[in-house]
């Protein structure tokens, strides 16, 4: 197979652990693929919190104008301009739309009881600019809960599908370890990468997406509808394997 073109990555659980930072080693890792490569991050995070973190690294690097963030799934696109981020696009959603998604998170949290009898620690709804996260055990998860609430995933499944049969006009889709995402429909992290693909004159066939969350019902799953091709990963110690293979790869080839 070769080579990909461009390479896209999720965050939370592949770039950085679920609501933390990637480690310095990672983005050092994420500047030298730059040097190869155009690459995207697209993930749930809001902009200016990655603004406030780890980008400054990133506009480091010599080839950062090779990189791309498509914050709250796909709903914005930004480049570094050598000075500031910029806008490529930008959607958002409505006050009322963000008050009807909450409700429905809400009573579908009643009626499947998926929640019954976990501590809920800090803020649960994260509300955003174009998307309203839902951080099932709230915000400040203890590590050792994050991982071990809901291993094979069928608790976020049934909130999923009962938050989703109520919002018919959104995407429903599982995010990071705890969290279930809702956005506009349509623009999710197939939006992005359809938009990169036209973007950059590269066929989506050619870029390479990685991500923890490629399983039915995760927002890395609708990727695939693009024709992109994908790798799985568990979270950064194997995303970090991952780019060094190809790292080797690109190098042999020159």
């Known amino acids: 197979m070769p080579l990909p073109r461009a390479l896209l990555f999720d ?3 592949t770039l950085a652990e ?3 930072l990637p480690t310095p080693e990672i983005i050092e890792r994420v500047m030298r693929m730059l040097d190869q490569v155009p690459v995207a991050i697209i993930t749930g995070r809001d902009f200016p919190w990655m603004e406030r973190s780890f980008l400054p690294a990133l506009t480091l690097a010599p080839h950062v104008d090779r990189f791309f963030l498509f914050p709250e799934g796909a709903a914005q696109c930004l480049q570094w301009n050598g000075t500031t981020w910029k806008d490529w696009y930008a959607k958002s959603i409505t006050p009322e739309e963000r008050e009807r998604i909450r409700k429905a998170v809400e009573t579908s ?3 499947t009881n998926v929640l019954d009898g976990l501590a809920i620690s800090g803020a649960q709804f994260v509300q955003k600019r174009a998307m309203v996260a839902f951080a099932a055990l709230g915000v400040e998860v203890p590590g050792n809960l994050k991982y071990s609430w809901d ?3 069928a608790r976020r499944r049934a ?3 009962a938050i989703a049969a109520k919002l018919p006009e959104f995407d429903v889709l599982m995010g990071g370890a705890t969290s279930i995402d809702v956005t506009e429909k349509g623009i999710n992290k197939s ?8 973007h950059l004159r590269i066929p989506a066939s050619e870029m390479l997406y990685i991500g923890d969350a490629l399983f039915p019902g995760g927002n890395d799953e609708v990727v695939k509808q693009t024709g992109i091709q994908t790798q799985a990963t568990k979270g950064p110690s194997e995303t970090a394997v991952i780019i060094d293979s190809l790292l080797a ?4 080839a020159k």
């Not at 939006?191 to 036209?198: A, M, T």
């Not at 790869?249 to 042999?252: H, R």
């Open 159 to 161: 909130l999923r599908d």
């Open 109 to 111: 949290v009643r009626e």
């Open 249 to 252: 790869q690109y190098q042999a």
């Open 151 to 153: 291993p094979d995933n």
């Open 18 to 20: 679920s609501f933390e």
């Open 11 to 13: 965050l939370d659980d």
């Open 191 to 198: 939006y992005g990468v359809r938009w990169l693909s036209e």
